[in-house]
């Protein structure tokens, strides 16, 4: 395999050299992997093969091996694209040899290298972890889907990346607007997706042509990110400039009208300074009737390497999404119906929803000394939304849905600070690898609502109202005016829309945090750590257009009082215990807690606390075949014993009305299993395959009571509870599993010709809403049980020099399911469809 590899390399005449330097601190042996440009390489494997002693490299190249007694030793160094080499050093009164290893190997061939092969992550420093740790050091799963599964998956999206992710589902794809990701029973909100570290937003679907890699945390990571949802955090890792002339040129193009052209260039500007962009524009229609999409995205970068220990890379993006919003098929009756189309479009045919979105980013990386590092990350985002149709398709038994206009337009702007300080100290025989650090965002978001003209009025009380912009017949919207009692077709005028209100939301989160890898020796070890979060939103604004006013949106106590801004302040701790009996395995168990922000008030007309989520986890890691394969496997627990629920009944019996009027009357449970394998099996085979099983369900909830209630001379009683316990909430999936095989031809007439198969199974989920048990106790049953599905893609392609040609066939066994989200927005998956892609790699020698 090494040599095929080594082979390939040479192939294209390119010639360089790597350098291990070992200078002496305390007995044993320290050193630092790097190439001939003097950039560090990570995840080498260095062995002392008298000993059987084996280490990686971290993020900067270095390694150590400590406590070794005065002797020669035989040092084995092995990475990606490399020959193994092995050189003989000497250990005396605590001090090492230098020693020098060179190799036909430079920086930008060993990133030629590894996008060969699905290699392990178990040794390689994670960026998500902020730590500078390597995965199997963390008691924590962790899934890198890497740029080679990018590539041959010719993912756009970022579910399609995902779906390579196990414990991770898609919930609902609502009107196309945003994809909506579930992970451990927890939806992943506006607050757990990053890029680069930094937060990012989801809306508009996350563009793919720039990703390097997707880096998932599993289970919590509020002692790193703060206010994040419980299941997981997703890391976006972007291309970086390169110090080499370069790039790719690509077209892409696919089923339904579908055109993309991609352009990625990078290069030196000086010595000091190197560049990157990349850009491209999508145009597409859809299996869907009436809707398309056009998209234009560029992210330019700037890396200024100051010095040998200090570098800045200034990072931007810009992505303007137009797309027709696209609620899908709805529901009938309340429940699926495969009598509507699969094609069949029911907006109004100029709905239309155009988003912007950008990111900045300057990110400083500066290192002290072979021990000590600083990172310091400043960025903004903004997101602009501008939308206009119809959202909620309901129709009745007889397939009657009435249309109900929606016209909204928002924008975000969030600034996002951090500083992370990590460093390599002992105490006595006992490493520690500390991490210091301090971030902050800020929030700001404007709501705009609208009158539309003929669609809202008031009513007798100045409340707002609306009525139906029209009705359509949801089996064949043709024949509307047959089915309607009006007898009146569909409408197709725009009706006009004033702004009347600008709702103001400001948010500001700070937190500090600290974190210790204890390494008690080399198969014990410890991680610990805590973080203190603040979180302050004030009362939100609201400026009326009409009256040219801004006023402050005010919930008052029961005393009538103003309550001020809602504070919320949460500790976070995490303890994990590690053990590593051989090099290849680690074996994991951990706690950690995340904390997750309520609305509402109490009975008393005070803030909700936040609620205080436990969660447990145990693990392995492995690798096998000197890390041509990778296994791992995780089990969890994550209980939430303070869920808030909306108060039912007030303490002298009567109904509470108010639905921010909540307690902690809750609780939850998700529990579940997931594993993963991975790898380069041979030279040019390439595997990667997942399963997860997740159960989250309400544990406890408000029992059946009743009250009464007086309306005329008629007194009646009224049942009420809370949600039947037990049952799987609604958007969150029972089982996935995915697999993916790519085989490369390395020899012979067919050299260069791949072929690849990928299957994702979503397993059965709920839908509509999750029953009371008032519910239950009448015979009702608002759930609505999604069958699971399976999707088959078939891939294959061919590279010759600088060009390749990768084509793929979807969903070959044209599976029919769908996402959805409540009842309203049902989407059904995409039929058979074929893609492919044109490229061609250029590179300046």
């Given at each position: 395999m090494k040599r095929s590899f080594l082979g390939l390399i040479l192939s294209l005449g390119l010639v360089g050299a790597i350098h291990l330097d070992v200078s002496a601190q305390s007995k044993g042996v320290h050193g630092r992997v790097k190439t001939k440009d003097g950039a560090a390489i990570e995840s080498a494997t260095v062995t002392i093969t008298t000993l059987g002693r084996s280490t990686s490299t971290s993020r900067d190249g270095s390694f150590h091996f400590s406590d070794l007694p005065d002797g020669t030793y035989t040092i084995r160094i092995k990475s990606i694209g490399n020959a193994v080499e092995e050189q003989t050093i000497t250990v005396k009164d605590g001090k090492a040899q230098t020693v020098i290893v060179a190799m036909n190997i430079s920086e930008s061939q060993l990133e030629q290298v590894e996008v060969f092969g699905y290699n392990s992550h178990n040794n390689k420093t994670v960026n998500v972890g902020k730590a500078g740790i390597i995965d199997k050091d963390l008691p924590q799963s962790v899934q890198i889907i890497n740029k080679q599964i990018i590539t041959d998956q010719q993912v756009n999206r970022l579910s399609d990346a995902l779906k390579n992710?196990?414990?991770?589902?898609?919930?609902?794809?609502?009107?196309?607007?945003?994809?909506?990701?579930?992970?451990?029973?927890?939806?992943?909100?506006?607050?757990?997706?990053?890029?680069?570290?930094?937060?990012?937003?989801?809306?508009?679907?996350?563009?793919?042509?720039?990703?390097?890699?997707?880096?998932?945390?599993?289970?919590?990571?509020?002692?790193?990110?703060?206010?994040?949802?419980?299941?997981?955090?997703?890391?976006?890792?972007?291309?970086?400039?390169?110090?080499?002339?370069?790039?790719?040129?690509?077209?892409?193009?696919?089923?339904?009208?579908?055109?993309?052209?991609?352009?990625?260039?990078?290069?030196?500007?000086?010595?000091?300074?190197?560049?990157?962009?990349?850009?491209?524009?999508?145009?597409?229609?859809?299996?869907?009737?009436?809707?398309?999409?056009?998209?234009?995205?560029?992210?330019?970068?700037?890396?200024?390497?100051?010095?040998?220990?200090?570098?800045?890379?200034?990072?931007?993006?810009?992505?303007?999404?137009?797309?027709?919003?696209?609620?899908?098929?709805?529901?009938?009756?309340?429940?699926?119906?495969?009598?509507?189309?699969?094609?069949?479009?029911?907006n109004v045919p100029w709905a239309y929803n155009n988003t912007n979105t950008s990111n900045g980013q300057i990110n400083f990386n500066h290192k002290f000394n072979e021990s000590w590092n600083l990172n310091a990350i400043a960025s903004y985002q903004t997101y602009d939304r501008d939308y206009y149709g119809s959202d909620r398709i309901q129709a009745d038994k007889n397939g009657i849905a009435p249309r109900n206009l929606t016209r909204s337009k928002s924008n975000e702007f969030t600034a996002n600070q951090q500083l992370n300080l990590t460093g390599t100290v002992k105490t006595g025989s006992i490493k520690h690898k500390i991490l210091v650090g301090a971030d902050a965002d800020q929030s700001h978001a404007n709501a705009y609502a609208f009158f539309i003209e003929g669609i809202n009025y008031y009513d007798d009380k100045k409340v707002l109202k609306a009525n139906p912009y029209d009705a359509i017949y949801v089996f064949n919207p043709s024949q509307t005016a047959e089915h309607t009692t009006t007898g009146n077709g569909l409408r197709t005028d725009i009706p006009g829309a004033d702004l009347l209100t600008k709702t103001t939301t400001d948010i500001y989160r700070y937190g500090v945090f600290l974190q210790d890898l204890i390494e008690l020796n080399e198969k014990f070890k410890v991680l610990a750590g805590i973080r203190y979060s603040y979180q302050r939103t004030p009362n939100s604004e609201r400026f009326t257009y009409k009256e040219n006013k801004t006023e402050e949106i005010v919930?008052?106590?029961?005393?009538?009082?103003?309550?001020?801004?809602?504070?919320?302040?949460?500790?976070?701790?995490?303890?994990?215990?590690?053990?590593?009996?051989?090099?290849?395995?680690?074996?994991?168990?951990?706690?950690?807690?995340?904390?997750?922000?309520?609305?509402?008030?109490?009975?008393?007309?005070?803030?909700?606390?936040?609620?205080?989520?436990?969660?447990?986890?145990?693990?392995?890691?492995?690798?096998?075949?000197?890390?041509?394969?990778?296994?791992?496997?995780?089990?969890?627990?994550?209980?939430?014993?303070?869920?808030?629920?909306?108060?039912?009944?007030?303490?002298?019996?009567?109904?509470?009305?108010?639905?921010?009027?909540?307690?902690?009357?809750?609780?939850?449970?998700?529990?579940?299993?997931?594993?993963?394998?991975?790898?380069?099996?041979?030279?040019?085979?390439?595997?990667?395959?997942?399963?997860?099983?997740?159960?989250?369900?309400?544990?406890?909830?408000?029992?059946?009571?009743?009250?009464?209630?007086?309306?005329?001379?008629?007194?009646?009683?009224?049942?009420?509870?809370?949600?039947?316990?037990?049952?799987?909430?609604?958007?969150?999936?029972?089982?996935?599993?995915?697999?993916?095989?790519?085989?490369?031809?390395?020899?012979?007439?067919?050299?260069?010709?791949?072929?690849?198969?990928?299957?994702?199974?979503?397993?059965?989920?709920?839908?509509?809403?999750?029953?009371?048990?008032?519910?239950?106790?009448?015979?009702?049953?608002?759930?609505?049980?999604?069958?699971?599905?399976?999707?088959?893609?078939?891939?294959?392609?061919?590279?010759?020099?600088?060009?390749?040609?990768?084509?793929?066939?979807?969903?070959?066994?044209?599976?029919?399911?769908?996402?959805?989200?409540?009842?309203?927005?049902?989407?059904?998956?995409?039929?058979?469809?074929?893609?492919?892609?044109?490229?061609?790699?250029?590179?300046?020698?």
């Amino acid at each position: 395999m090494k040599r095929s590899f080594l082979g390939l390399i040479l192939s294209l005449g390119l010639v360089g050299a790597i350098h291990l330097d070992v200078s002496a601190q305390s007995k044993g042996v320290h050193g630092r992997v790097k190439t001939k440009d003097g950039a560090a390489i990570e995840s080498a494997t260095v062995t002392i093969t008298t000993l059987g002693r084996s280490t990686s490299t971290s993020r900067d190249g270095s390694f150590h091996f400590s406590d070794l007694p005065d002797g020669t030793y035989t040092i084995r160094i092995k990475s990606i694209g490399n020959a193994v080499e092995e050189q003989t050093i000497t250990v005396k009164d605590g001090k090492a040899q230098t020693v020098i290893v060179a190799m036909n190997i430079s920086e930008s061939q060993l990133e030629q290298v590894e996008v060969f092969g699905y290699n392990s992550h178990n040794n390689k420093t994670v960026n998500v972890g902020k730590a500078g740790i390597i995965d199997k050091d963390l008691p924590q799963s962790v899934q890198i889907i890497n740029k080679q599964i990018i590539t041959d998956q010719q993912v756009n999206r970022l579910s399609d990346a995902l779906k390579n992710a196990n414990g991770v589902a898609m919930g609902a794809n609502r009107g196309g607007v945003n994809e909506n990701f579930y992970a451990r029973g927890y939806s992943l909100g506006a607050n757990n997706i990053f890029k680069n570290g930094a937060r990012t937003n989801n809306g508009g679907s996350i563009e793919a042509s720039t990703l390097e890699s997707v880096e998932i945390l599993k289970g919590s990571a509020a002692l790193l990110y703060g206010g994040v949802s419980g299941g997981a955090v997703v890391n976006l890792v972007t291309k970086k400039p390169k110090f080499s002339y370069g790039g790719e040129a690509s077209m892409r193009v696919g089923s339904y009208d579908f055109y993309k052209p991609t352009v990625d260039v990078y290069g030196p500007i000086s010595n000091k300074v190197a560049f990157r962009m990349i850009g491209t524009y999508e145009k597409a229609g859809s299996f869907r009737d009436q809707v398309k999409s056009k998209r234009t995205y560029v992210n330019p970068s700037v890396l200024y390497k100051i010095s040998d220990q200090t570098d800045l890379n200034f990072t931007f993006d810009y992505l303007k999404s137009d797309f027709t919003p696209d609620f899908g098929i709805g529901t009938v009756d309340g429940k699926l119906n495969q009598s509507v189309g699969r094609n069949t479009f029911l907006n109004v045919p100029w709905a239309y929803n155009n988003t912007n979105t950008s990111n900045g980013q300057i990110n400083f990386n500066h290192k002290f000394n072979e021990s000590w590092n600083l990172n310091a990350i400043a960025s903004y985002q903004t997101y602009d939304r501008d939308y206009y149709g119809s959202d909620r398709i309901q129709a009745d038994k007889n397939g009657i849905a009435p249309r109900n206009l929606t016209r909204s337009k928002s924008n975000e702007f969030t600034a996002n600070q951090q500083l992370n300080l990590t460093g390599t100290v002992k105490t006595g025989s006992i490493k520690h690898k500390i991490l210091v650090g301090a971030d902050a965002d800020q929030s700001h978001a404007n709501a705009y609502a609208f009158f539309i003209e003929g669609i809202n009025y008031y009513d007798d009380k100045k409340v707002l109202k609306a009525n139906p912009y029209d009705a359509i017949y949801v089996f064949n919207p043709s024949q509307t005016a047959e089915h309607t009692t009006t007898g009146n077709g569909l409408r197709t005028d725009i009706p006009g829309a004033d702004l009347l209100t600008k709702t103001t939301t400001d948010i500001y989160r700070y937190g500090v945090f600290l974190q210790d890898l204890i390494e008690l020796n080399e198969k014990f070890k410890v991680l610990a750590g805590i973080r203190y979060s603040y979180q302050r939103t004030p009362n939100s604004e609201r400026f009326t257009y009409k009256e040219n006013k801004t006023e402050e949106i005010v919930t008052k106590d029961g005393q009538g009082n103003p309550m001020g801004a809602k504070v919320d302040k949460a500790w976070s701790p995490k303890f994990g215990l590690i053990y590593q009996p051989i090099p290849s395995s680690s074996i994991y168990i951990t706690y950690a807690n995340n904390f997750t922000s309520n609305s509402g008030y109490d009975i008393n007309y005070q803030p909700l606390a936040p609620s205080i989520i436990d969660q447990y986890e145990a693990g392995v890691k492995n690798d096998f075949f000197n890390g041509r394969l990778s296994a791992n496997l995780a089990w969890y627990r994550i209980n939430n014993n303070k869920f808030a629920q909306q108060l039912l009944l007030k303490p002298d019996g009567t109904e509470n009305g108010d639905a921010n009027m909540k307690e902690f009357s809750g609780k939850t449970a998700s529990e579940g299993l997931e594993a993963e394998v991975t790898g380069t099996l041979l030279p040019g085979l390439n595997v990667t395959a997942g399963y997860s099983y997740n159960y989250m369900r309400y544990t406890h909830t408000n029992p059946i009571s009743s009250y009464t209630t007086t309306v005329g001379n008629d007194t009646k009683t009224v049942e009420i509870s809370g949600s039947e316990e037990n049952v799987r909430l609604v958007g969150t999936t029972a089982h996935t599993a995915n697999g993916t095989v790519f085989y490369t031809f390395q020899q012979g007439t067919v050299k260069g010709l791949k072929l690849g198969f990928s299957s994702f199974y979503t397993g059965r989920r709920n839908a509509g809403w999750n029953n009371t048990k008032v519910d239950v106790r009448n015979g009702l049953n608002r759930l609505i049980s999604v069958s699971p599905f399976t999707t088959i893609d078939f891939s294959a392609g061919y590279t010759y020099k600088n060009w390749s040609i990768l084509g793929k066939l979807s969903n070959i066994n044209n599976a029919f399911n769908y996402y959805i989200h409540e009842n309203y927005s049902v989407n059904p998956i995409p039929p058979r469809s074929f893609m492919a892609t044109l490229s061609y790699k250029f590179e300046k020698r």
